[in-house]
């Protein structure tokens, strides 16, 4: 998995993550809209650029799903394309791609999902509700209710049932084995999943299309599905696309939609908008433009998920300390440490507990420490950083090999205390079981 493919946003209590399927493409404005050419998009360049353009000037498309998080759920929404098909646009045909090994990198192995939620039927949508094994489609995520519109199912099937393979050619190996399994459930366009996410009827692209909308501890997401398959179109919203079921319908969707939404600080997440994919809605001269907000997570090198944005000088010094951490250059680490800083592990029995102080924390505490692992481990990833005026609090993970040969995972919180822009004094929280089990071999 590389860090464009991942990206993750907190909203309140609920954490989405976004994993890419197919990497954005670039698409010549005749596609969306046949009657134009590419000086449609000219009066809108300026801030279309970089993100949601090429280098040819083309509308780049992407094609990903997103897992929402709340606290007692976990649900996938929409499933990109899938492998093994057989698809109207060649670049869609028996694909190989790493979705589920990227799912897993992710934290999310299919048996983990609990809820599918399609925002409609089409086949970009719907893709990996099941996957090819022995000759046979299965449900790829078997413990999962999949949720689908009724409006949606209808339309869809009977477009199968009148023989429209364009555009219903993906149901016997997308939808139907999910219905012999016994794992839909049919719902109302404006069905509650829990109490942070509902639907949003947003219908135009298809009959009974719906939009997520994502509420918690008083912060709004939306994921689009396909009201807009590009930022363009919030420019152009009555312009009709081609891609659109019921054209003027769409647009009057897509009116309402944003008027919705607009100058707000609600997170608009673009189903098949490229990175940064989520952002705001700003009202602009008759109609609207999209700013893009870069997520607060991304992944690092190894596929692994890491807080990269403070929301204030603390939490900057904090996340630079811990980068500086996993370096192992304790040289340049002894910068953020004072003479009368102090570094406490609130652990007993093991080596390292007690409170070190200055120059000690360095040499005498943490160069042993770094010594049981392999040169360059472990590293830190910062998994949640919050803040309130001179503390700073987050949680982490310890990840690298030690020299017994055995792998090293472990979890972290940390309390720091912040004085004048200086790390004053640590406090580090562990599982110490772990550490005696995997690095004393159970002798503390």
């Known amino acids: 998995m590389t860090v464009q493919n991942f990206r993750r946003w907190q909203v309140g209590d609920v954490r989405i993550t976004r994993i890419v399927e197919t990497a954005p493409v670039g698409a010549p404005v005749s596609l969306m809209f046949p009657e134009d050419d590419d000086s449609l998009i000219a009066p809108h360049q300026e801030w279309l650029q970089p993100h949601f353009l090429n280098d040819e000037g083309q509308m780049l498309v992407a094609w990903q799903c997103f897992v929402v998080e709340t606290p007692d759920r976990r649900i996938m929404v929409d499933t990109c394309i899938g492998n093994d098909r057989k698809r109207y646009f060649d670049i869609f045909n028996d694909m190989q791609n790493p979705f589920l090994q990227d799912l897993h990198s992710a934290g999310y192995p299919p048996e983990s999902i609990d809820t599918v939620l399609c925002t409609h039927l089409h086949y970009d949508h719907v893709g990996w509700n099941t996957q090819l094994v022995n000759g046979k489609w299965v449900p790829t995520f078997p413990n999962a209710r999949y949720l689908f519109g009724k409006v949606e199912w209808e339309y869809m099937l009977g477009l199968a049932e009148a023989g429209d393979w364009h555009h219903a050619g993906h149901v016997p190996d997308c939808l139907i084995p999910i219905q012999e399994a016994g794992l839909a459930d049919l719902i109302d366009t404006d069905f509650e999943v829990c109490s942070e996410i509902r639907l949003l009827p947003t219908p135009g692209h298809t009959p009974g299309h719906v939009s997520i909308h994502i509420e918690s501890q008083g912060q709004v997401a939306v994921i689009t599905g396909d009201i807009m398959h590009h930022p363009l179109q919030m420019a152009i919203p009555n312009k009709p696309c081609a891609f659109d079921h019921d054209k003027a319908q769409a647009c009057c969707t897509r009116q309402t939609f944003l008027t919705r939404y607009q100058d707000s600080d609600a997170l608009v997440i673009g189903s098949h908008f490229p990175e940064p994919t989520a952002g705001h809605v700003l009202s602009y001269e008759s109609a609207w433009r999209f700013e893009g907000q870069v997520s607060d997570t991304q992944t690092t090198s190894k596929g692994e998920p890491s807080v990269t944005k403070a929301a204030n000088a603390n939490e900057q010094l904090v996340l630079d300390f811990f980068a500086t951490l996993s370096t192992g250059d304790l040289e340049k680490l002894g910068t953020f440490i004072d003479a009368d800083t102090t570094w406490t592990p609130m652990i007993e029995n093991v080596p390292g507990a007690g409170t070190h102080t200055g120059k000690a924390i360095c040499g005498e505490f943490l160069a042993p420490v770094r010594g049981l692992f392999v040169d360059g481990d472990p590293k830190v990833h910062v998994d949640n950083i919050v803040s309130s005026h001179d503390k700073v609090m987050c949680e982490t993970r310890g990840i690298g090999q030690l020299r017994n040969g ?31 089990t995997n690095i004393l071999d159970g002798q503390p």
Do not use: C, P
Request: charged share 25%.
């Open 406 to 436: 055995r792998s090293y995972t472990n979890l972290y919180a940390w309390a720091f205390q912040i004085r004048d822009g200086r790390i004053k004094a640590i406090r580090e929280y562990m599982d110490s079981h772990y550490v005696v």
